[in-house]
T-cell receptor, first 114, second 114 residues
Framework: SAVISQKPSRDICQRGTSLTIQCQVD?????MFWYRQQPGQSLTLIAT?????????ESGFVIDKFPISRPNLTFSTLTVSNMSPEDSSIYLC???????????FGPGTRLTVL | AQSVTQLDSQVPVFEEAPVELRCNYS??????LFWYVQYPNQGLQLLLK??????LVKGINGFEAEFNKSQTSFHLRKPSVHISDTAEYFCAVSENSGNTPLVFGKGTRLSVIA
């Protein structure tokens, strides 16, 4: 399996500010994804982070609100911009090492917006 | 489009009793099926997966699941549960290859009672 770390593990932020979440993997991976888990809910895919190009966003998620970078094959960031209390969630990155591999998940970042 | 239905949002069960967590899916193409577990305040851990081959899949911690194509189901079972199995369980499906994002069910909260 892949070893995935996320920073920060949790944060409490004020409305209107932005937070950048980092996802670091211990080895090169082909795919990286960002998911959101709202309180008491399941996981929803935000976007696929593409190495060296713009992320691919799912319906309901836009780049201005959730800008994503993936500068190389082991690292990605997700920014939650202009936050509101509705953005309070756990944000998880996941990776796939190569074709037909399983998705492995990071420990998540628990975000609370006041 | 794919979808996953977990029929039970909560399942209470006594310690050492058997348990079955139900999962049904819909998809117009071949699928890969997964069960993940999320312990309190932690990320997701893969329990087991079905890619192809034998329809009975064995995973970690004594769990197993059976893929039933005619009933489009992938129910998770354990013959004897422990207190430590208390967690949220998510069924997920991906299409055609491991490089496609996962679609998750809403989760089943398993509560093991002493």
């Amino acid at each position: 399996s892949a070893v995935i770390s996320q920073k920060p593990s949790r944060d409490i932020c004020q409305r209107g500010t932005s937070l950048t979440i980092q996802c670091q993997v211990d080895s090169q991976v082909t795919m990286m994804f960002w998911y959101r888990q709202q309180p008491g809910q399941s996981l929803t895919l935000i976007a696929t982070a593409n190495q060296g190009s713009e992320a691919t966003y799912e319906s309901g998620f836009v780049i201005d609100k959730f800008p994503i970078s993936r500068p190389n094959l082991t690292f990605s960031t997700l920014t939650v911009s202009n936050m509101s209390p509705e953005d309070s969630s756990i944000y998880l990155c996941s990776v796939v090492r190569d074709y037909l591999d399983t998705q492995y998940f990071g420990p998540g970042t628990r975000l609370t917006v006041l | 489009a794919q979808s996953v239905t977990q029929l039970d949002s909560q399942v209470p069960v006594f310690e050492e009793a058997p348990v079955e967590l139900r999962c049904n899916y819909s998809s117009s193409v071949s699928v890969y099926l997964f069960w993940y577990v999320q312990y309190p305040n932690q990320g997701l851990q893969l329990l087991l997966k079905y890619l192809s081959g034998s329809t009975l899949v064995k995973g970690i911690n004594g769990f197993e699941a059976e893929f039933n194509k005619s009933q489009t189901s992938f129910h998770l079972r354990k013959p004897s549960v422990h207190i430590s199995d208390t967690a949220e369980y998510f069924c997920a499906v991906s299409e055609n290859s491991g490089n496609t994002p996962l679609v998750f069910g809403k989760g089943t909260r398993l509560s093991v009672i002493a």
